[in-house]
């Protein structure tokens, strides 16, 4: 009977560290009890959440705690705040390369929530700037330290699709001559000495992908859909492969057949295999999904 007793002592350590777990477990199970990561595998963090849009509108505090959730994992950290330390150091110089085109633009609430962060980790207001086609003329971005690349997902009628590898282009002072061949070689952006070696971060925002549309200035919202998602990673190329895959898949179900790109994203295959920028084969992808898994397409 004595050795089967638990004093007041034990029982209250032994709640503690039951708290303590709980805690961890929720805040990150996939970290502490999901599958083992393959270190030879691209870490890329899909993230969505039912509540992201309300009528339309973005929830900026649900769309902070999604991209906090990502870079938690991404990272490895077990708070938000190490996360982005990881990231961005308080000497840096940031560029944040966002996109503008006024169908379908980087939400504000996001390019907001981004300054927030970088302020948060000691980099000054002075330091930090938001722009797309005035990149070169920038003076923040002229001396930047560090690039975080964000945009949402849309079909394209030049590259296939228009995601993080196209972002790039407004860092070109010939963009057009990146047109060739339906695009191809736009992997070539990355080794421009304005970009080459800064990009910390790639967002591919999943919240409204558009996922047709014929000509160059297509946009029609009923080729929209509320996937209310994120794909988040140090690879643009294995985010715009997962990005591809999903609005692939979006488009086979909307139009009840296999219904390829015209033109075909050919470019992201190519940043792999011709640029070796990074890796486009899922096999070679370690796809984290946190979050909301209805619809998930992928």
Same mark, same amino acid.
């Given at each position: ?48 959440? %039912?509540?992201?849009?309300? !009528?339309?509108?973005?929830?900026? =505090?649900? @769309? $902070? +705690?999604? &991209? ?28 944040? %390369?966002?996109?503008?085109? !006024?169908?379908?633009?980087?939400? =504000?609430? @996001? $390019? +907001?929530? &981004? ?33 975080? !690349? ?38 070539k952006l990355w080794e421009l000495p304005e970009v080459k070696g800064k990009t910390r971060l790639n967002i591919l925002v ?93």
């Amino acid at each position: 009977m004595k050795k089967n007793t638990i004093t007041r002592r034990q029982l209250l350590k032994r709640s503690a560290f039951a708290a303590i777990g709980s805690s961890l477990f929720f805040s990150s199970p996939l970290r502490m009890f999901g599958r083992p990561r393959n270190e030879n595998l691209t870490k890329v963090i899909l993230v969505r959440d %039912k509540s992201v849009l309300e !009528n339309e509108q973005v929830n900026a =505090s649900v @769309l $902070e +705690q999604m &991209l906090d959730n990502a870079l938690m994992e991404l990272t490895d950290t077990l708070d938000a705040v190490s996360a982005w330390r990881k990231i961005l150091k308080p000497e840096d110089v940031l560029g944040i %390369k966002t996109n503008v085109w !006024n169908n379908l633009a980087t939400p =504000s609430q @996001l $390019e +907001q929530i &981004l300054i927030t962060k970088a302020k948060k980790t000691g980099i000054a207001e002075n330091n930090i700037s938001v722009s797309d086609r005035g990149v070169l003329t920038d003076p923040v971005f002229q001396r930047a330290t560090a690039l975080i !690349n964000v945009r949402p997902m849309r079909t394209h009628a030049w590259a296939g699709v228009g995601s993080l590898l196209k972002n790039y282009i407004m860092f070109s002072d010939r963009p057009f001559s990146y047109h060739d061949d339906s695009c191809a070689d736009l992997a070539k952006l990355w080794e421009l000495p304005e970009v080459k070696g800064k990009t910390r971060l790639n967002i591919l925002v999943m919240l409204t992908p558009l996922f047709h549309g014929i000509g160059p200035h297509h946009f029609n919202k009923k080729y929209t859909w509320e996937y209310k998602g994120m794909i988040v990673g140090f690879d643009p190329v294995a985010i715009d492969a997962t990005g591809l895959r999903i609005i692939q898949a979006k488009r086979s179900e909307f139009f009840g057949e296999d219904t390829p790109l015209n033109p075909p994203a050919k470019h992201i295959l190519l940043a792999d295999t011709r640029h070796h920028l990074g890796t486009a084969d899922p096999n070679k992808i370690d796809l984290i999904k946190l979050g909301w898994k209805e619809d998930l397409l992928i």
